[in-house]
């Protein structure tokens, strides 16, 4: 069949382009994609940073209608609503220890630029065009994916607004609520207020934090902080945010998590922190890069963490997600701006220079 989709030929642009699409085989299923969400790695992605070969379709929140199931599928039908999330294998130790995130094949099912018998099943001009990225390949009419990374949700939702569920909800709000898991009235510090951190924010307010201290650049973040439930906004300037974490909470914050990836921002998370706090790293910065963390920091009992996509089962932790939204506990929608399919690398340039939070493309034909 035919699809229209966000091709990206040259590093930094998409182009709208036809693209013919197999039929689904096995255990895939063909998803009508209603909107998907732009995050952080698919601009590394599109940017070339993290290698992924060209032509490629990229995209990763996808959310949607199934309109086809190959012969071997039978978890979900036609016409269930789904949001997709990232892929996993189902039967390596780890995830059969329900840590889908650290699949032992993610890398490979995540990079994925063809099937797994080889083929490409999608084609623009004849010439085959990479696609399976994080399962999806999103940014299109159609995707097809693992029936297994497809969660189904309630029917009676307003698909687009759930698109970020998929991966930086997900990472943000699991971070909190799956990973550091704080106890009424405990104290966190966010680094970074990106789509990320102001999930972290939302669901620390969730979990009836008493002290919740939001850290960024930008004042325009720092107030939308304050609106999903921030107690305190700390602007960075040259001073010491850990330093000013510690003007507000005596001896440090009892959680700090950084969802900047960038070093030094990592180190003040850690710095921030209590000696027996925890601290959780939601950002990835290159493979090879240091993180500066002054040996002093290790003297007390601290625990530092890391975690991908909030250590979620996404097949349990996206419908719970969805109640949450559904009943204003969780308004994500809030920090969400939506654009055309045909006006995606304008949703690029408001994401790369802050604009907006959360790109929402929604895939309504012209
Ligand atoms: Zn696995
Ligand atoms: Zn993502």
Same mark, same amino acid.
């Given at each position: 069949?035919?699809?229209?989709?966000?091709?990206?030929?040259?590093?930094?642009?998409?182009?709208?382009?036809?693209?013919?699409?197999?039929?689904?085989?096995?255990?895939?299923?063909?998803?009508?994609?209603?909107?998907?969400?732009?995050?952080?790695?698919?601009?590394?992605?599109?940017?070339?940073?993290?290698?992924?070969?060209?032509?490629?379709?990229?995209?990763?929140?996808?959310?949607?209608?199934?309109?086809?199931?190959?012969?071997?599928?039978?978890?979900?039908?036609?016409?269930?609503?789904?949001?997709?999330?990232?892929?996993?294998?189902?039967?390596?130790?780890?995830?059969?220890?329900?840590?889908?995130?650290?699949?032992?094949?993610?890398?490979?099912?995540?990079?994925?630029?063809?099937?797994?018998?080889?083929?490409?099943?999608?084609?623009?001009?004849?010439?085959? +065009?990479?696609?399976?990225?994080?399962?999806?390949?999103?940014?299109?009419?159609?995707?097809?994916?693992?029936?297994? #990374?497809?969660?189904?949700?309630?029917?009676?939702?307003?698909?687009?607004?759930?698109?970020?569920?998929?991966?930086?909800?997900?990472?943000?709000?699991?971070?909190?609520?799956?990973?550091?898991?704080?106890?009424?009235?405990?104290?966190?510090? +966010?680094?970074?207020?990106?789509?990320?951190?102001?999930?972290?924010?939302?669901?620390?307010?969730?979990?009836?934090?008493?002290?919740?201290?939001?850290?960024?650049?930008?004042?325009?973040?720092?107030?939308?902080?304050?609106?999903?439930?921030?107690?305190?906004?700390?602007?960075?300037?040259?001073?010491?945010?850990?330093?000013?974490?510690?003007?507000?909470?005596?001896?440090?914050?009892?959680?700090?998590?950084?969802?900047?990836?960038?070093?030094?921002?990592?180190?003040?998370? +850690?710095?921030?922190?209590?000696?027996?706090?925890?601290?959780?790293?939601?950002?990835?910065?290159?493979?090879?890069?240091?993180?500066?963390?002054?040996?002093?920091?290790?003297?007390?009992?601290?625990?530092?963490?890391?975690?991908?996509?909030?250590?979620?089962?996404?097949?349990?932790?996206?419908?719970?997600?969805?109640?949450?939204?559904?009943?204003?506990?969780?308004?994500?929608?809030?920090?969400?701006? +939506?654009? !055309?399919?045909?006006?995606?690398?304008?949703?690029?340039? #408001?994401?790369?220079?802050?604009?907006?939070?959360? !790109?929402?493309?929604?895939?309504?034909?012209?």
């Amino acid at each position: 069949m035919e699809i229209r989709a966000a091709v990206t030929r040259e590093a930094g642009r998409f182009s709208i382009e036809a693209v013919d699409l197999d039929e689904p085989l096995a255990d895939e299923v063909l998803v009508r994609l209603v909107a998907t969400g732009m995050c952080h790695t698919d601009l590394v992605a599109l940017d070339q940073h993290m290698p992924y070969p060209l032509p490629a379709i990229l995209g990763h929140e996808g959310v949607g209608v199934v309109e086809r199931v190959g012969p071997q599928a039978s978890r979900v039908r036609a016409g269930d609503h789904v949001v997709l999330s990232f892929a996993a294998c189902g039967h390596c130790p780890t995830c059969q220890a329900g840590r889908p995130a650290y699949c032992q094949t993610a890398r490979q099912l995540n990079l994925a630029v063809r099937r797994p018998d080889g083929r490409c099943a999608h084609h623009a001009a004849g010439q085959p +065009v990479s696609a399976g990225f994080f399962g999806q390949s999103s940014f299109a009419s159609h995707a097809l994916v693992r029936e297994r #990374d497809a969660v189904r949700v309630r029917g009676d939702v307003p698909l687009a607004a759930l698109a970020p569920l998929g991966c930086s909800v997900q990472t943000g709000a699991g971070g909190v609520l799956n990973v550091l898991k704080p106890s009424a009235g405990s104290s966190i510090a +966010v680094f970074g207020l990106g789509a990320v951190g102001l999930s972290a924010v939302m669901a620390a307010r969730l979990a009836g934090c008493g002290r919740i201290i939001a850290i960024d650049l930008h004042g325009t973040r720092l107030d939308m902080a304050a609106g999903f439930g921030a107690t305190d906004l700390i602007k960075v300037d040259d001073t010491s945010s850990a330093a000013r974490v510690q003007t507000l909470v005596a001896g440090g914050v009892d959680f700090a998590v950084d969802a900047t990836g960038v070093p030094a921002v990592m180190a003040e998370a +850690v710095a921030a922190t209590h000696r027996t706090g925890t601290s959780l790293m939601l950002g990835l910065p290159p493979p090879t890069v240091k993180v500066p963390l002054d040996a002093g920091l290790l003297l007390g009992g601290r625990t530092i963490r890391a975690s991908i996509e909030g250590d979620s089962v996404p097949g349990l932790f996206i419908p719970q997600l969805v109640e949450l939204q559904r009943t204003g506990q969780l308004p994500f929608e809030r920090m969400c701006k +939506v654009y !055309p399919l045909d006006a995606i690398n304008e949703a690029v340039r #408001d994401c790369r220079d802050g604009s907006t939070i959360k !790109p929402i493309i929604t895939m309504d034909a012209a």
